[in-house]
């Protein structure tokens, strides 16, 4: 232990901690921008510099480690004027249009301005002047807004391991931008959105479709169905203050109903469709000799990395659809030949904790005779901001259930939005069809958890299955490289591009809470705990969707409907 005074208070520090965690640990509060958790320090931004008793200059204190019988200030007139004049600088080159930016009142500059009393511009002169990159269907980047921290470039290189961005050119010039400053959609990202979670500004944002739907719910001619992910349940609450992990599903459906929509689905309904179909394709991958390992395919992020760095690999991919796809390409024939409804009139919109789900909607492989499975998909914020707009006060909502029958799902659904989850329901599935026997205990806790890549293997029927969860895209090019190299022992394995899974998707709330991830997850896990039915294949709509129109798994019509191709 190592003994040192911050602001004449006695603190105890472990060996090797940064005077900037020392500090927090006695509840004193350093402001910091570039500083991230778990990553190498940069020092880059400055703002957390603190002044250490025989050091001329001020020093970053997420940079610097404890010493004994160090004496730092943390709070200092010199401290706070540096950190003030570092806060004026950042907003005379902003563009200062807090009122109608999408991050008002969620924004680090704001709260910086805010804590330090910016009362006056003291430093006019020239801004940058950038134009903002719409040029991916899934998100906008906005270098005018950025502060240059730097996290975004961090969370694409190093946690992601992508490299999109990166910084270019020096001072004043600097700037984070892409490979020849060409755009995100010509860039390598998979637009995973964890550079907007971790943006402290607007500098990153998703592509709203808020627009699209409006019109279409004003739009008397059409039938607007909207339908509901399973993670966004588990998180869109802390939007209204609500304590992370507090399940709002009977929230959501009433506001949904109150905005207008027609039907109210769930795509939980769509993942347990999913799980009869992907465990039909591995039973009969296994079965013929078919390409294995199998890799799951609902997560577009992976889908799209896949597609442009791992070509000579697609055939490794699941051909089902994502499961708001599926769901999407079921209401427009199933339910409308169910409701005598033209398929051309019903508008679908996908709530979703992702950015990349806008641009697999809009992908021409995921529709039918030109008309897409799902017309739009809303992020979990933006669902939130419409709310807001119709008068909507949520805490206050009575809750409602979903409509029928693409309403009814089971356990096994609900914890597809956390890493593992899909692996859990598949195998729950498979485990039964292949032995024709339940599995006594349904929580496979071996692929539960946050690790980067989780290992399971099952015996069934005397055969051993082996599987792999991949958590985060980060961590996927060791498996795909075992796979090139003729090693790789698995069978199955899912991949979600976001660590964490959806719950940590790109378009969830955005607030630097390390334990949201943890607490988020389980909410699922109490839902499906708490459901009658926890397999995909207890669910009776879906028996009932398969004896009324499919006929089996992986029959004719669900090839045509709920199975796809990538593109190389
Ligand atoms: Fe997910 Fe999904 S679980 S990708 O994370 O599979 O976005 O929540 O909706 O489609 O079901 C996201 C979440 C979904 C899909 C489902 C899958
Ligand atoms: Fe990188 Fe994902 Fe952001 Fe694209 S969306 S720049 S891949 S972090």
Redesign the pocket.
């Known amino acids: 232990m190592i003994e040192l005074t911050i602001n004449d208070i006695k603190v105890k520090a472990e060996e090797g901690m940064t005077i900037l965690e020392a500090a927090k640990s006695v509840g004193i509060h350093i402001p910091t921008l570039c500083h991230m958790k778990d990553l190498f320090p940069t020092g880059a931004c400055r703002i957390c510099v603190v002044e250490v008793d025989g050091m001329r200059n001020l020093t970053p204190s997420c940079a610097y480690p404890v010493t004994e019988g160090m004496k730092v200030q943390t709070n200092s007139p010199r401290v706070r004027v540096a950190r003030k004049t570092i806060v004026e600088l950042l907003i005379e080159n902003h563009p200062q249009d807090c009122l109608i930016c999408v991050r008002n009142k969620n924004c680090e500059l704001q709260d910086l301005s805010e804590r330090y009393n910016v009362r006056e511009h003291r430093y006019v002169g020239e801004k940058k002047n950038h134009a903002i990159d719409i040029s991916s269907p899934s998100m906008e980047r906005d270098p005018a807004k950025c502060i240059l921290c730097g996290r975004c470039v961090r969370t694409c290189n190093e946690i992601q391991k992508i490299g999109a961005i990166d910084f270019t050119n020096r001072g004043f010039k600097s700037n984070v931008t892409t490979p020849f400053n060409k755009g995100l959609n010509i860039s390598d990202c998979i637009l995973c959105g964890q550079c907007i979670l971790v943006c402290p500004t607007a500098a990153l944002r998703e592509r709203s479709h808020a627009k699209e739907v409006v019109n279409a719910l004003n739009d008397k001619k059409k039938f607007t169905v909207v339908q ?5 349940r588990a998180t869109l609450g802390e939007e209204y203050n609500l304590p992370i992990g507090t399940n709002v599903t009977g929230k959501i459906i009433t506001g949904l109903r109150r905005l207008g929509f027609d039907k109210v689905f769930d ?2 309904f ?2 347990d469709l ?1 799980i009869l179909e992907e465990a039909t394709e591995l039973i009969n991958r296994l079965g013929n000799g078919g390409v294995t390992p199998m890799f ?5 992020g992976w889908i799209k990395f896949a597609e442009q760095n791992y070509p000579h690999l697609l055939e490794h991919l699941s051909t089902c ?7 999407g390409a079921i209401i427009k024939s199933y339910y409308a030949k169910k409701m005598g409804l033209n398929p051309e009139d019903i508008f679908v919109v ?1 709530i ?3 950015t ?2 806008k641009f ?1 909607a809009s992908r021409p492989e995921l529709s039918e005779d030109k008309m897409p499975d799902v017309d739009a998909v809303l992020t979990t914020r933006e669902l939130v901001r419409l709310f807001k707009v119709a008068g909507i006060d949520f805490n206050d909502l009575p809750d409602d259930e979903f409509d029928n029958p693409l309403g009814e799902s089971t356990g096994a ?1 609900a914890i ?3 890493s593992g ?2 692996m859990e329901a598949a195998l729950r599935t498979a485990y039964f069809k292949l032995s024709g026997k339940e599995l006594e205990n349904v929580d496979l806790t071996n692929v539960r958890g946050f690790d980067g890549v989780k290992e399971f293997s099952v015996d069934i029927n005397g055969s051993t299955v082996n599987v792999a969860v991949v958590n985060g895209i980060g961590n996927v090019r060791g498996i795909l490289e075992q796979i090139e190299r003729g090693e790789s022992k698995y069978h199955f394995i899912e991949v ?1 591009a ?1 660590p964490g ?3 940590n ?1 790109g ?1 969830q709330p955005i607030h630097q809470k390390p334990e949201k991830v943890q607490k988020r997850a389980r909410a699922l896990y109490e839902i499906d705990a708490k459901m009658k039915n926890r397999k995909s294949h207890e669910n009776e709509s879906l028996k009932k969707l398969y004896n009324e129109f499919l006929g089996e798994p992986n029959g004719h019509l669900s090839h045509e409907l709920l199975h796809t191709t990538y593109v190389n």
Do not use: D, Q, R
């Open positions: 509901v992910a399973p993670a966004v795509t939980n769509g993942a999913t799951t395919s609902c997560c577009p659809k994502s499961p708001h796809e599926m769901e996908s979703m904790p992702c990349v789900k697999e659904a597809f939005g956390t989850g899909v979600m976001c899974g959806c719950i998707g378009g």
